[in-house]
Every structure is written in C-alpha cells, then in structure tokens.
C-alpha cells in the first residue's frame, strides 16, 4: 500500500497549466519537498533520525575525585598538571573522609575515592563500593599540636595539655575524621586521653580545626603536619607525635566501582602515583606511604 503522502504528491506532479505545459517550478520545488518528508517518514520508521541529543559526546564528561579535605592543596595542583597533560577535566569534591564515605554509599555519582584513612576506605570496600584491583596507598603524614600565632601560654610539649590554663583542644570528630582519630590514638598512648576529654572540642574536618586555632578560639589544636605547613603564617607549631602513638597515617585511593569512566579514573589514579603526582605531594609535606 502507497504511502498517502505518496499518492498526494503524485498528483500535484501530475498537473498541468491552461496551456497543457506542465509546472516546472511547482514540480520541482514539490520534488523536494516530496523528498524531505519520505525522509522523516520513513526515517522515524526506522528508530528516528540522528541528532546530537542522541548521539554520545566525543567528549568525556568531568572526572569526580572525592578526596580528604587535607589532600585540597596537592591535588588541586596534581589536578592542574593532569589536565595539563591529559586534556581531562576534573570535579574535586572535598570533606571529611567519613562524610565522602556516606557519600558514596548513598550513591553520589563519583569516579574516585581518597580517603586520608584506611578504616574509611576499608567500610566502602567492604561494602562493595570500590574496585578493590584499584586501591592503592598514595600517601603519608604525621600528627602535631599547634597554638594560636600569639598565644601567651606555655605550651611546649603534648603533656602540656595538661595544665589549667589550657581549656578548649580542637580535633576532628574520631568519628569521621581521621586525623582526629590519629590525635585521640595518641592523646590516649600518652595516658592524656580520659584526663583531656572535656577539653576536647570535636571539628567536623581537620581544615576546621585549623580556623578555631587561627582565629584563636581554642588554646590549641591536633592536626596534620601538611595542614599546619599550609598554614604556618597563622599558627605555631608545637610539636610532632611519635609515629608509634597512632596508627599508620595513609592514604588509599581507589575507583568507585559506579563510576562510567574508569579508563580516565585509572588514568588519574597512575597520574598521582607518578613521579610527578608524587613530587607535588611531597612539596605539600606529605610523606611516603609506608606500609608498616
């Protein structure tokens, strides 16, 4: 059966002038027009027509790296190089590791994970989140006491945390934050644990910790070397604690196991791994990963 779009153009076609002559113009201008619909027509028989709405970008979408908010400063700059030497664009999502883990397993869309501690990369792997081929360790750190640029107590030393003119220490929630995890760990092996708890003010991140000691709204505070380098105009640092009063500092990173881009993901995670991602974690302060 002839499509009566068909039939109505062959007649149109068919017409002539009072002079029996036929209509060149309208025919061809018919013709075409006759043409452009056979193709919509039967083009939408066949699934529809082709356009960019429907076809894939040639161009890939945002990585999204969810990393430790003590990571900001170096990968912000690894960021930069592997654009740089990639042409790949990245989405840096930045908190607490405990809150990118709820994150992730309440089914943010991310590619990579980096946490600033193992227990948060283990819950995520053990709940199936990430590829755990992936995780690799890109990173260490260390744990010191800093105090306010121009505090006038006499802090010299962890155990002076003790005295009665120290009453506010800021840490991150042990909770969620690792680093306030590493500081309970050794405020503990330093018997300081029980003796400092109602002076412990708990930070949602170890960044927070920074801003209540710059701003001087606690006595003193427990954070990540790299953190108090970052900020060492503002602050004095005080102390370093001793690798053996807390657990190893690392962090793991891996591919989220729903991320549609794990070929680029790799890409990342190799590019942090590299000399080069290496040598700019080093001028942030971190260490070597070194798994004891």
Known sequence: MSHPAAEWFRHLLSKKDLNGRDLNLQKTRAKIIFLLILTVVFGCSQGGIDTPSNKESPEAAELTISAAISLKDAFDAIGKAFRSATGKKINFNYASSGALQRQIEN????????????????????????????????????????????????????????????????IGNPKTVPAGQYALESLQTLSLGDELKTKLIFAENVRQVLDYVMRGEVDAGIVYGTDAKSAEANLIQIAIADEESHSPILYPIAIVKESKQTKAAQEFVDFVLSERGQEILRQFGFKAAVRK
């Open 107 to 170: 089914g943010a869309p991310v590619d990579v994970f980096a946490s600033a501690g193992g227990k948060q990369m283990d819950e995520v792997e053990n709940g199936g989140f990430i590829d755990p081929a992936t995780r690799r360790d890109v990173a260490g750190n260390s744990i010191v006491l800093v105090v306010p640029k121009d505090s006038k107590l006499k802090i010299n030393e962890f155990d002076d945390l003790r005295t009665v003119n120290v009453k506010r220490i800021a």
